[in-house]
């Protein structure tokens, strides 16, 4: 079974604060997708990441993919308590499957 | 925008029901997924369709069948529920081309067997 390793799982910081979430594995991957799921609704994606050393930015989220696309972060600046969420990473192998493998999860709660 | 629409956001069962989750996407998508979420584990897949009457297993078939009769449509059945089945069940739906594509989820159902 494949694995992808999330960190951290809980986050809780103060609003303006930064932060960066870990998503790592033994295996290499096609491309990295991000989702954020807040409560009550399902994951709805952020970003993929499919170029090894790529780097993405969404206003004050930056995505970055591993030189080796076994690993992904995501880096928030300044929080605001909008960003309170899950946050999981979904690794892909491309045209030769259907499925993704999903990381645990990293909880954050912005604190206004 | 996509719309995938799960019938049901909460949902009480009894052991030994057989329990039919629906799961409409508007978008003419090929491939449609079941999960369930649970805390500390993450998204598991349960099954699988990338076209109509096509399905596969994903990691956690057991105690699941699941039919695909219409493109839009993709049900999850609990053949015979038990307990352990209590779970945030959420349904996804993606284009054909491979796994980068990405997933889009209903609200999920939160089903609770006793």
């Known amino acids: ?112 | 925008d996509v719309k995938v629409t799960q019938s049901s956001r909460y949902l009480v069962k009894r052991t030994g029901e057989k329990v039919f989750l629906e799961c409409v996407q508007d978008m003419d998508h090929e491939n449609m997924f079941w999960y369930r979420q649970d805390p500390g584990l993450g998204l598991r897949l349960i099954y699988f369709s990338y076209d109509v009457k096509m399905k596969e297993k994903g990691d956690i078939p057991e105690g699941y069948s699941v039919s695909r009769e219409k493109k839009e449509r993709f049900s999850l059945i609990l053949e015979s529920a038990s307990t352990n089945q209590t779970s945030m069940y959420l349904c996804a739906s993606s284009l054909a081309g491979g796994s980068n594509q990405p997933q889009h989820f209903g609200d999920g159902t939160r089903l609770s067997i006793l």
Do not use: M
């Open chain 1, 1 to 112: 079974t494949q694995l992808l390793e999330q960190s951290p799982q809980f986050l809780s910081i103060q609003e303006g604060e930064n932060l960066t979430v870990y998503c790592n594995s033994s295996s290499v991957f096609s491309s990295l997708q991000w989702y954020r799921q807040e409560p009550g609704e399902g994951p709805v994606l952020l970003v993929t990441v499919v170029t090894g050393g790529e780097v993405k930015k969404l206003k004050r989220l930056t995505f970055q993919f591993g030189d080796a696309r076994k690993d992904s972060s995501l880096h928030i600046t300044a929080a605001q308590p909008g960003d309170t969420g899950l946050y999981l990473c979904a690794g892909a192998w491309g045209d030769s499957s259907y499925k993704l493998i999903f990381g645990s999860g990293t909880r954050l709660l912005v604190r206004p």
